[in-house]
């Protein structure tokens, strides 16, 4: 009952590690010992939760009051006086832990699913208190401390409990609500006070510059997604169409006063306008919380937190809930190959390598100054797997795209010889991450029916749309780079020089079916000097719009799943930036609009049309008509999918007019030309086949149009 004097100086600077062993009510032989930290208080009476007296707590110096009641251990509530004020204060060392035994245990084993619900602020009653629950994985920290609004960012005030099987620790605050900005004070193993650090399972943050967390509410979102949400998981994705919008939330529209959307006015916007161009869903860059606009969201501080620049997190949900109403899935970037080193978040989190590796061979990346995350601890593969869960139950996203597979797969990613350890066998694979690829994998789409995961990776890693269980890394897709970069190079190319790069479209067909296929025209081909999509297009004015259409229309018509980044639709001259909206005033230009109206039908027939979506990601929905025609720099192939009509797809990537063309088809009779690139509608010179053809003898005679994609659908 009578510490030393070096334990109450700890306790008063803030420093001892178990303030519960000196704090509040401890059963002893002349009653219930309770002793409290009151700076101020000349008179303390003690009361239960119900206002019952108990008894009186007197100074004893340095701000600290003790005494004995005649009650057991128990929730207590202090009535104090002193300098000319009176308050009343719960004594959150009065209440007992909230985390139990099964959390520990599965958090010791790495199986812990519900983590979320567990770490980070959670607003609860507890023991007949409501309040707020904090707890954080701190394992090599001295003493952690939760400092915020209410404390004055005293870390003396409130110091934890610590679970030492685990390296949790955690407090009850007794009447601290949401809305409250917060951080860990954490001294490290060295004695050393690390900077202020937020909370890694915040669910709400300031609004940069300011870095803080803020206790959150639980999100109270009536949801009206069901018909949606069982819509998705009753199909295959792969045989089903899929068109993304890729958008930066930040820079797609601005407010008239340059801020950013709030989510509900985006809403407004951006949903309509998706379904009006036939998209069937959003992606998102990052918008979990990041300190650094130019980062894009890429470099995140906050993964559990929808970034503050578009509102609270409840707007979000509104947002995603409106968009399956109308019918469009919004998909995520995720980012779990690295975190920044922002002082305040993850970087040496308790004075440690904790979230990254201690080697900088295996813990920083050169591309990006960030630190990498250490795979194969099983404390971080929970904090990722939880945070893929998260997203998909709490805000009801359709699915992740996980950014930087390639960097995470490969320990020589970037690195010069000497710059990289290898694995125990000598090999260069990750597979540490490979391991936290596939459980997150398992995880999601064990849990979550309906959700799919889209791979970044750049390399040929096999498996990656493979099963995990069949040994791939079981992502749903995978965005086909080689597609984006051989083709944009054809397209690149001036007409006259094509006929020698044909393979740069034809390639890219030997390989088409190895995974489930994405192909992406992504951010990252329109940013760093690389220009727009149309200024990327060779040729004169007329030719760059006539190239672009043409690439669509050709993309649209080659198998796998299609995406397109914000801008793309209309053809933004300017290459993007984050700190301005797109040139909306190209709208009101004839051939601008026509490539906007040209995507929308693209969209339109992709859909409704299973031979173009069907077969996607199976060889047997496309079939070769005319591969070798590099001297005219034409190509043909069938779309097909069972029991439907195939479509013949015919790209002329040279400006000629070429009359009587012979391609070869499967079917004798009338081919419908359901799109022609080169239609007036859409800004071209209108050469076509006047909306039909007849195939006899296994072929079809047609008109091409210059630099144009035409699409025929066999009727009968």
């Given amino acids: 009952m009578t510490p030393g004097d070096d334990a109450i100086a700890a306790l008063l600077g803030g420093r001892h590690a178990d303030p519960f062993a000196l704090l509040g009510p401890h059963a002893g032989p002349a009653g219930t010992f309770v002793r409290a930290w009151l700076p101020g208080a000349q008179k303390v009476l003690v009361h239960d939760l119900s206002g019952k007296v108990l008894g009186e707590l007197k100074p004893v110096g340095d701000g600290i009051v003790e005494g004995t009641i005649d009650a057991p251990p128990q929730p207590l509530w202090y009535y104090a006086r002193g300098g000319g004020g009176e308050w009343w204060v719960k004594d959150p060392y009065s209440f007992g832990p909230v985390l139990g035994p099964t959390d520990d245990f599965l958090l010791a084993e790495g199986t812990h699913l519900r983590l979320h619900d567990k770490l980070g602020a959670h607003p609860i009653r507890h023991e007949g208190a409501d309040g707020m629950h904090f707890a954080v994985w701190a394992p090599n920290a001295q003493v952690v401390s939760v ?30 609500n949401p809305g409250q900005a917060y951080k860990f004070a954490i001294i490290g193993p060295d004695g050393e006070r690390l900077p202020l650090k937020a909370d890694p399972f915040a669910f709400e943050s300031e609004l940069r510059p300011a870095t ?42 601005r407010g008239d006063d340059g801020w950013f959307l709030p989510w509900d006015q985006l809403a407004d916007r951006l949903i309509p306008y998706v379904v009006d161009l036939g998209f069937t869903h959003i992606e998102f860059l990052p918008i979990s919380e990041h300190p650094y606009d130019p980062s894009w969201g890429y470099q995140t501080t906050g993964l559990y937190a929808p970034s503050a620049r578009f509102g609270d997190p409840a707007g979000f949900a509104r947002f995603v809930d409106g968009a399956h109403k109308a019918g469009v899935g919004v998909l995520l970037d995720w980012v779990p190959a690295h975190f920044p080193t922002d002082a305040h978040g993850l970087a040496r989190f308790d004075g440690t390598a904790l979230y990254e590796h201690e080697d900088p061979r295996l813990g920083f990346h050169p591309d990006w100054n960030t630190a990498i995350y250490n795979f194969g601890r099983r404390e971080v593969s929970q904090f990722l797997v939880n945070n893929a869960l998260f997203w998909a139950e709490r805000y009801h996203v359709d699915g992740l795209r996980v950014d930087a597979v390639a960097s995470m797969l490969y320990r020589d990613y970037s690195r010069k010889d000497g710059e990289w350890i290898p694995n125990d066998a000598g090999g260069r694979e990750n597979w540490e991450a490979v391991e936290f690829l596939r459980a997150a994998n398992r995880a999601v789409y064990c849990e979550h029916p309906g959700f799919f995961t889209i791979a970044e990776e750049s390399t040929s890693w096999p498996g990656v749309s493979k099963p995990a ?17 051989d083709t944009l190079s054809y397209m690149a190319r001036e007409p006259v020089h094509r006929s020698h790069h044909h393979d740069e479209i034809t390639f890219g067909l030997t390989y088409a079916f190895s995974e489930n296929f994405v192909l992406p025209l992504s951010h990252d081909e329109v940013v760093h000097g690389k220009g727009s999509l149309l200024t990327k297009m060779s040729g004169d004015d007329w030719q760059k719009f006539a190239n672009l259409r043409a690439y669509y229309a050709l993309m649209w018509g080659y198998p796998g799943k299609k995406l397109l980044f914000m801008g793309q639709e209309f053809a933004q001259r300017r290459e993007w930036s984050e700190e301005r909206a797109l040139d909306w005033e190209l709208m009101d230009a004839p051939a601008h609009k026509g490539v906007a109206t040209l995507v929308r039908d693209l969209n339109r027939i992709y859909c409704d049309t299973p031979a173009l979506h069907a077969r996607d990601c199976e060889g047997e929905g496309f079939h070769w008509a005319v591969v070798d025609d590099a001297a005219n720099s034409v190509f043909a192939w069938e779309r097909r999918a069972p029991g439907e009509p195939p479509v013949l797809v015919v790209s002329n990537l040279t400006p000629v007019v070429r009359a009587g063309y012979r391609v070869p088809v499967s079917a004798d009779g009338v081919w419908r030309e359901v799109l022609n690139s080169d239609a007036a509608v859409y800004g071209g010179s209108g050469i076509g086949n006047l909306g039909e053809v007849t195939a006899s003898d296994g072929e079809v005679v047609l008109t091409l149009p210059p630099l144009a994609t035409m699409w025929f659908e066999f009727t009968a």
């Fill in 147 to 176: 400092v915020g609004d209410w404390n004055m960012w005293d870390a003396k005030r409130h110091p934890m409990r610590r679970r030492s099987d685990v390296g949790v620790w955690e407090i009850f605050l007794p009447d601290i």
């Fill in 212 to 253: 803080a967390s803020r206790t959150a509410a639980p999100l109270d979102h009536d949801w009206r997604d069901a018909t949606h949400r069982e819509h998705w998981a009753s199909v295959d994705p792969r045989r089903v169409p899929i068109s993304i919008y890729e958008v930066h939330a930040g820079s797609w529209r």
């Fill in 469 to 485: 269980h069949e040994g791939g890394l079981g992502f749903g897709f995978k965005w086909n780079m080689g597609f984006m970069h």
